[in-house]
């Protein structure tokens, strides 16, 4: 009979050379497999390593993230620690951390006069923020306040409050006319004399700030008068604080709130004299 030739194997590949790999390691030591496999396959690793230290490291994140307690912003407030004033909130108002997180915004600034990068990103976020409605309550400067208010971003506070609570502020509400809110929404046209200096405010000096803030405490001279923030230049927060300097902050409730009564609480919060406040500056 006649012998057949052996035909040659066919080539499968991958598997054919993984199987040349082994030969070739088959006789190494330890130390030239460890050599040999770090030369050929390092970048590999090293890309196995970085997605699992991602996928770790984001499951580790979802599973410890948890829900909002408070959520609130002190914007272009100075040399203040949000984490500070987070905790000492968080111990007044008796929110459970553990369950919770009290978070506190104290470092996002806005200025119209620059509107950089950064700022862009801050309307961003507080646009998402009151879609979400995670945002409980606002410290703007009173430029800032303005353009907010007047694009209905606040709460009627007559809706916040009982009217013998309301009149502990009586003397210290802001008030929108709301009559140019409703002409500017029926005219895209109509220009709205409260929106100062094209919204933004960067041509006016203390002295312009100063009046601008003063004719929001009249509502004798509106038509529409609706008080939606709270001037708290007198409140303990920032007497003690200082963090506001020359500029006039004002607080409001978003509209999109859903823990209103923590929020009415934080407010409670600012005006409290025995709160160290001096203290929760930050230290850089």
């Known amino acids: 009979m006649e012998k057949q030739e052996k035909k040659p194997r066919e080539y499968r590949g991958v598997q054919d050379e993984i199987h040349e790999q082994h030969l070739k390691m088959k006789d190494m030591t330890l130390k030239e497999k460890l050599k040999y496999f770090w030369y050929y396959y390092k970048f590999h690793t090293l890309a196995v390593i970085l997605v699992a230290f991602f996928i770790i490291t984001l499951g580790h994140d979802i599973l410890s993230a948890k829900d909002y307690g408070f959520y609130g912003m002190m914007l272009n407030s100075a040399f203040l620690s949000g984490e500070k004033m987070g905790?000492?909130?968080?111990?007044y108002a008796d929110i459970d951390t553990d369950q919770y997180d009290c978070f506190i915004d104290a470092q996002s600034t806005l200025s119209y006069t620059s509107m950089n990068e950064y700022d862009m990103a801050?309307?961003?976020r507080l646009i998402a923020l009151v879609q979400t409605g995670d945002l409980d309550a606002v410290v703007f400067d009173s430029i800032v306040f303005n353009n907010y208010a007047n694009n209905e971003?606040?709460?009627?506070l007559r809706t916040v409050f009982t009217e013998e609570e309301l009149a502990r502020y009586r003397d210290n509400l802001?008030?929108?006319d709301y009559a140019q809110i409703e002409a500017a929404n029926a005219d895209s046209n109509y220009v709205n004399e409260?929106?100062?200096s094209g919204?933004?405010?960067?041509?006016m000096d203390q002295e312009d700030i100063l009046e601008e803030a003063e004719k929001h405490r009249h509502p004798e001279a509106m038509e529409k008068p609706v008080p939606v923030g709270i001037y708290i230049d007198d409140s303990a927060f920032v007497k003690k604080s200082g963090s506001?300097?020359?500029?006039?902050?004002?607080?409001g409730f978003p509209t999109t709130t859903t823990r209103l009564d923590i929020s009415k609480k934080y407010l409670d919060f600012l005006y409290d004299d025995s709160i160290p406040f001096e203290d929760m500056l930050s230290e850089y």
């Open 174 to 176: 802001y008030y929108v």
């Open 153 to 156: 971003v606040f709460l009627d």
């Open 87 to 91: 905790d000492a909130f968080a111990e």
């Open 244 to 251: 506001y300097g020359q500029l006039i902050p004002v607080f």
């Open 194 to 196: 409260d929106l100062v």
């Open 199 to 203: 919204e933004d405010g960067s041509t």
């Open 122 to 124: 801050t309307t961003q």
